[in-house]
């Protein structure tokens, strides 16, 4: 979807179309969660602060997040989805992979089933989506941001390998600012640099992901569209309207935390052995916390009671407290017990 949240704020509120909006928190304290185009202008970004953003946009608009109303339209898109096939996985609230190897509708082209679903969704949100066409997850990825916003565009199996080198390194999904830098320090700066480099030198400088690097920089991704996949980890955050800085706030201010957390776990019977509580101080500073136990967390006691075991291992303070964060990871689901690249009528 197409700067979703901000959107769906727009499309709810025509006062707002044509200008600069962001969803979030507020001015002083808040998060961006997402930027309109217009915002997107002026270098607005999600997960920027918005003390920062107001400073890039003065003329900022700032519009409290309505999760309720986004999970509503996301899943009016899933259900448009289901017309089409039945492999969806799932990313997030507003993007997803879909294999339409075997369509639901006979005699459709993948790139004519993506117009179809964008034309779909339009008509019956009144958003507008982009769509990325390919042979593997990646391209397809690179295809969907390439025309943004309400494009479509078509990477096929011949154009793969040239369509990779003349990126730059930066725009590769999955690589962001500090890899990239570090592939530049190595002389790698466009697709056709990375595929120049032996799978041994990219693992010895990159560890394992190395091989991922190899791959995409030759077009190739196997991974399959997995639908119903597993989360790698269900958390919660906040960032406070003034700075924590008692302990007995810092309590207080986990509960709702472990309260979304633990919901989450019982609502999709999932279980998480790795704990880790995430701190974000006044000056911007983060650190983290985990500890991971021998079984899964089965209580929200327990959850609760090792969060504030690694709480007390920061304390006291040494300065405020701006943001708070509670996840677990680890995760596994009762009873669940997972190729290559997809045959594809482009």
């Given at each position: 979807?197409?700067?979703?949240?901000?959107s769906?704020?727009?499309?709810?509120?025509?006062?707002?179309?044509?200008?600069?909006?962001?969803?979030?928190?507020?001015?002083?304290r808040?998060?961006?969660?997402?930027?309109?185009?217009?915002?997107?202008?002026f270098?607005?970004?999600?997960?920027?602060?918005?003390?920062v953003?107001?400073?890039?946009?003065p003329?900022?608009?700032?519009?409290?997040?309505?999760?309720?109303?986004?999970?509503?339209?996301?899943?009016q898109?899933?259900?448009?989805?289901?017309?089409?096939?039945?492999?969806?996985?799932?990313l997030?609230l507003?993007?997803?992979?879909?294999?339409?190897?075997?369509?639901?509708h006979?005699?459709?082209?993948?790139?004519?089933?993506?117009?179809?679903?964008?034309?779909?969704?339009?008509q019956?949100?009144?958003?507008?989506?982009?769509?990325?066409?390919?042979?593997?997850?990646?391209?397809?990825?690179?295809?969907?941001?390439?025309?943004?916003?309400?494009?479509?565009?078509?990477?096929?199996?011949?154009?793969g390998?040239?369509?990779?080198?003349?990126?730059?390194?930066?725009q590769?999904?999955?690589?962001?600012?500090?890899?990239?830098?570090?592939?530049?320090?190595?002389?790698?700066?466009?697709?056709?640099?990375?595929?120049?480099?032996?799978?041994?030198?990219?693992?010895?400088?990159?560890?394992k992901?190395?091989?991922?690097?190899?791959c995409?920089?030759?077009?190739?991704d196997?991974?399959?569209?997995?639908a119903?996949?597993i989360?790698k980890?269900?958390?919660?955050?906040?960032?406070?309207?003034?700075?924590?800085?008692?302990?007995?706030n810092?309590?207080?201010?986990?509960?709702?935390?472990?309260?979304?957390?633990?919901a989450?776990?019982?609502?999709?019977?999932?279980?998480?052995?790795?704990?880790?509580?995430?701190?974000k101080?006044?000056?911007?500073?983060?650190?983290?916390?985990?500890?991971?136990?021998?079984?899964?967390?089965?209580?929200?006691?327990?959850?609760?009671?090792?969060?504030?075991?690694?709480?007390q291992?920061?304390l006291p303070?040494?300065?405020?407290?701006?943001?708070l964060?509670?996840?677990?990871?680890?995760l596994?689901?009762?009873g669940?017990?997972?190729?290559g690249?997809l045959?594809?009528?482009?």
């Amino acid at each position: 979807m197409d700067a979703f949240y901000a959107s769906v704020e727009q499309r709810d509120n025509p006062d707002l179309l044509g200008h600069p909006v962001a969803v979030g928190g507020s001015r002083q304290r808040g998060v961006v969660a997402a930027a309109s185009y217009e915002a997107r202008q002026f270098g607005v970004r999600s997960a920027m602060a918005s003390s920062v953003a107001i400073r890039k946009c003065p003329d900022l608009i700032f519009v409290k997040p309505r999760f309720d109303v986004y999970k509503r339209v996301s899943s009016q898109i899933r259900s448009i989805f289901a017309e089409y096939t039945h492999l969806i996985e799932p990313l997030s609230l507003d993007e997803a992979y879909l294999d339409v190897t075997d369509t639901l509708h006979e005699g459709m082209s993948a790139t004519q089933t993506a117009q179809a679903i964008k034309d779909r969704i339009r008509q019956e949100t009144g958003l507008t989506a982009s769509a990325g066409v390919s042979y593997n997850k990646f391209l397809a990825k690179l295809a969907s941001d390439y025309r943004k916003p309400d494009g479509l565009f078509l990477i096929r199996p011949q154009q793969g390998l040239a369509f990779v080198e003349q990126l730059a390194v930066n725009q590769f999904h999955g690589i962001g600012q500090v890899t990239a830098a570090r592939m530049n320090q190595l002389g790698i700066f466009t697709g056709f640099d990375l595929r120049q480099q032996t799978e041994a030198f990219l693992t010895q400088h990159f560890g394992k992901v190395g091989h991922h690097y190899y791959c995409i920089a030759r077009a190739i991704d196997n991974r399959p569209v997995t639908a119903n996949r597993i989360r790698k980890s269900v958390g919660s955050e906040n960032t406070f309207e003034q700075d924590l800085t008692e302990t007995e706030n810092l309590i207080e201010g986990l509960q709702p935390l472990l309260d979304e957390v633990w919901a989450y776990c019982e609502r999709t019977a999932i279980e998480g052995r790795t704990i880790t509580l995430k701190v974000k101080y006044t000056d911007f500073q983060q650190i983290t916390r985990s500890r991971t136990v021998a079984s899964a967390v089965q209580s929200r006691a327990l959850l609760e009671r090792i969060t504030l075991e690694l709480l007390q291992s920061i304390l006291p303070l040494s300065k405020g407290v701006r943001l708070l964060g509670v996840s677990l990871s680890s995760l596994q689901t009762a009873g669940l017990p997972a190729s290559g690249q997809l045959s594809l009528n482009l």
